[in-house]
């Protein structure tokens, strides 16, 4: 049987930096644990702007469809803020996940213990929060048509649609309660349907298909009082489930409770393919950090705890990915520190590269 294969579209800016720790990452599972994969590279954003006039060719966006897994970087820069928005860096990463359909978008917070006094709440608040925010990405208030400015009565009129069918709340539902059964077997879904038609049938739709997941936990809450409740005590959730335009400012808000950008992981899942695999792309939460590209100070974490993921979700490699996230974690705890992660008073950073050195010392450490 053919290794499964990876698609690394490293990017700007640190993408490339935080991905090279991602490869050595990749061939230590395949040296010490057997876990070959068939890793190809191609460029993305400005990058292959530079190269072929546009951020992602029809060629590498011909790859991205057939691996089993995409791992991107970053993308993005001062450089290109001038382009025509047709091609921009992020419209690369947009193709990506509107033809890949990529409608699960899995944002997890979680906060280290050593790193609980990073966040902008009390530590006893967050330390040891670990909650999952499954965003539909592909419709929504983002897709909806109309759109557009108009002019009515001789004024403006800005336009966005919220539009949800229900085959689009079936199935990111479905995916998030797949979810919450590998997790606490809890979901909470969020809409606002005190005053959104939209959202009405978002909740009826979530229970209708909670008939096919009664071991799962259900409950519903307005969006409104979900983005206080994070705030207020977040350890009381695991799976959120929510829409695109609640889900983009929810994940963005309990991303903020683990304190660094430097630690966040996402994956975006579609339909799964004829393996059985899930279309899926895994990227870091932040962007590509001009201000410090190509100094060797940025932080691999979240890029390599993106790769967690996708040995997680789109591999079947629990333990494989619980060992690697336990890795990050021992090195955090032993006092290792990118610059990102330093305290006033926290003594010198380590590099890029000693990062992910320190990773794979403790991943050593583990067999
Ligand atoms: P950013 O996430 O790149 O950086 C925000 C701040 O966090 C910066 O000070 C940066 O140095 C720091 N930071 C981010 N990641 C870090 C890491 N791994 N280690 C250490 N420090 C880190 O956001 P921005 O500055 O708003 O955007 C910069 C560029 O990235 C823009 O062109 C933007 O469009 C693009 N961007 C891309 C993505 C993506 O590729 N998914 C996401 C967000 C922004």
Redesign the pocket.
Known sequence: MSNPSLLILA?????PE?MAEVQRIIAWFGDKRGLKFDVSEDLV?GAAYDAHGVPLHDDTMAKAQEVDAVL???????K??VLDFSVK??RG?LRLRKEMDLFANLRPAQCFDALADFSSLKKDIVAGLDIMIVRELTSGSYFGEPRGIFIEDNERVGINTQRYTESEIDRVARAAFELARKRSKKLCSMEKANVMESGILWRDVVTEVHADYQDVELSHMYADNGAMQLVRAPKQFDVILTDNLFGDLLSDCAAMLTG???MLPSASLGAPMENGRPKALY??????????AGQG???????ILSFAMALRYSFDQGTEADRLEAAVEKVLADGVR???LMQADGGAPVS?SEMGSAIIAALDASL
Do not use: F, Q
């Open positions: 990017g700007d800016g640190i993408g935080v954003g991107l970087g970053a993308v993005g820069g001062p290109y803020d860096p992020e990463l660094s950008l430097g990227e870091p939460v932040h962007g590509s950090a001009p201000d410090i100070k940025a932080n691999p974490s979240a890029c990118t610059a990102d890029t």
